[in-house]
Structures are given as structure tokens and as C-alpha cells.
């Protein structure tokens, strides 16, 4: 189940409107119809974490390992970063279908992936860094 679909579902358990379950998250009402609706993706892991703190469930239970990893994408770099880690997250995907890994195996290729990406990243950022006389 996708993110959009699980925080739907706690909403309407708790009987809240979206208004309401807005207000309690600190948001407007459009941000979660988008949040619903799947149409956008919170900015930064600390909505997800208000969401696990305001109604007592840990963070693990709204978001798989893929949304984690996108959200943590769109939080440091933003849209060009989030579309990057959600093209690698669907190629990985490709690699895992009709495959016969195990379920260990296919989390350790993920989680090298995610290692690789970050790395990358990591490095590019330094690199830029030299090249403007920043380091």
C-alpha cells in the first residue's frame, strides 16, 4: 500500500476530516488532498514524523523502504534528485521481477543501490565544491 493510501486510511480510522487532520499536522487542507491523492510527496521526513508522533504508530508503518528512500531524495536535493531516486528504484525494480532472489537478497541489492546513489552524490558534491573554490 502506498503512502497516499495509508495516511487516507489512518485519517478516515480516526473520523477526521481533512481539515482536521490538517490542522493537527501543522498543514493546510490542499497539502493533504495532495498527500492523498498521491499527487505530491511531503518535503521532509518531519511530516512523516509528525504523523507516527500525533497518532502513537511507528514511522516504519506509513512509508516502505522505496517512499523512504524518495522522500529522503526529495529532502536533499529537491525535485531533480527525487526523480533520480525514483528512475534507480524502478530500474531495480526491473532487475527484481520475475527474478528469483530471495527476499534477503533482493533487500541487500537495495540497500547497496541506496549506498551507491548517496555515495555518488556525496562525491559529486565535493567535486563541485573544488571546482568553485569552496573546499
Do not use: C, H
Not at 490542522?23 to 498527500?35: D, F, P, Q
Not at 537478497?105 to 568553485?132: M, P, S
Amino acid at each position: 500500500m502506498a503512502f497516499s493510501d495509508r495516511l487516507k486510511e489512518l485519517r478516515q480510522r480516526e473520523n477526521m476530516t481533512q481539515a482536521e487532520f490538517a490542522a493537527a499536522l501543522g498543514v493546510t487542507s490542499r497539502a493533504i488532498i495532495y498527500y492523498e491523492t498521491g499527487q505530491r510527496i511531503p518535503k521532509d521526513m518531519v511530516f512523516y514524523k509528525k504523523v507516527s508522533e500525533q497518532f502513537k504508530m511507528p514511522l516504519e508503518s506509513l512509508l516502505n523502504e522505496r517512499e523512504e528512500f524518495v522522500a529522503n531524495a526529495y529532502a536533499e536535493g529537491g525535485v531533480v534528485e527525487m526523480r533520480k531516486a525514483e528512475a534507480l528504484v524502478a530500474e531495480a525494480g526491473a532487475l527484481f521481477a520475475g527474478g528469483s532472489l530471495s527476499d534477503e537478497d533482493k533487500d541487500a541489492v537495495f540497500y547497496a543501490l541506496q549506498e551507491a546513489y548517496w555515495f555518488a552524490k556525496t562525491e559529486n558534491k565535493k567535486k563541485y565544491a573544488k571546482k568553485r573554490g569552496k573546499q
